[in-house]
């Protein structure tokens, strides 16, 4: 039992060193290479402390040459942009003057729905708010607004902004919820000279009523 208490502190003090070498924060800043770096440190620490079999040499190497690749390449993408990019990624601008990059959302595999949810999270409930969003390499939505939205809004809201419309798919809870139904819907869109459901990217019924739309085209 001494043993293993030993080992288990020894293995502590090395991962512990490790992430102070490597020079992390919070997961949740770190991009991918450095997270399966991170995970890999846990994973060749845990082995001794499970099996008193196995030289306590043996996880300190290993934790070694794992923080010594990790530091190379972080040198490595320092000095080269290209490196970066390729271990990093780039971030990718997900809305771009109030409108959605449809293109890099299905690169960046995100639907629509989370995008709204995680804009809401940061108060943004409406597309017509979003001047700017970008995703950063670290999974972090990067929200710059339009001059048209308000943090300090006080007004009440006749209702919650809901989409009612995501690619060209008509979400029928929400419309029930604002008291519209289809053929409300349909006269909006031809209105906007949108001759088909299927041809919407996105609607947006605003807190006032009012209607944001992008074509699928746009």
């Known amino acids: ?65 794992l923080v010594f690749i990790e530091v190379l390449v972080s040198y490595i993408t320092l000095k080269s942009r290209t490196a970066s990019k390729i271990l990093s990624g780039s971030p990718a601008v997900l809305i771009s003057k109030n409108r959605l990059n449809y293109k890099q959302l299905k690169k960046e595999r995100i639907t629509i729905e989370e995008l709204l949810e995680e804009l809401r999270s940061q108060g ?35 209702h919650l902004p809901l989409p009612v419309i995501i690619d060209g798919k008509v979400i029928k809870d929400n419309l029930n919820e604002i008291n519209k139904d289809d053929s409300w819907l349909l006269k909006i869109l031809e209105s906007n000279h949108i001759k088909s459901v299927k041809d919407v990217l996105i609607c947006i019924i605003d807190e006032n009523d009012e209607v944001f739309i992008q074509r699928k085209k746009d």
């Open 1 to 65: 039992m001494l043993v293993v208490l030993i080992r288990s502190i020894i293995l502590y003090i090395a991962v512990l060193i490790a992430l102070r070498v490597m020079g992390k924060g919070e997961i949740a800043e770190m991009n991918a290479f450095d997270l399966v770096i991170t995970l890999l440190i846990a994973e060749v620490a845990a082995i001794p402390m499970q099996n008193n079999a196995i030289p306590i040499i043996y996880g300190i190497s290993s934790i070694t040459g």
């Open 124 to 158: 943004y409930f409406n597309l017509k708010e979003v001047q700017y969003a970008i995703l950063e390499t670290d999974g972090d939505l990067s929200v710059i607004p339009s001059t048209s939205h308000d943090h300090n809004k006080t007004n009440d809201f006749k």
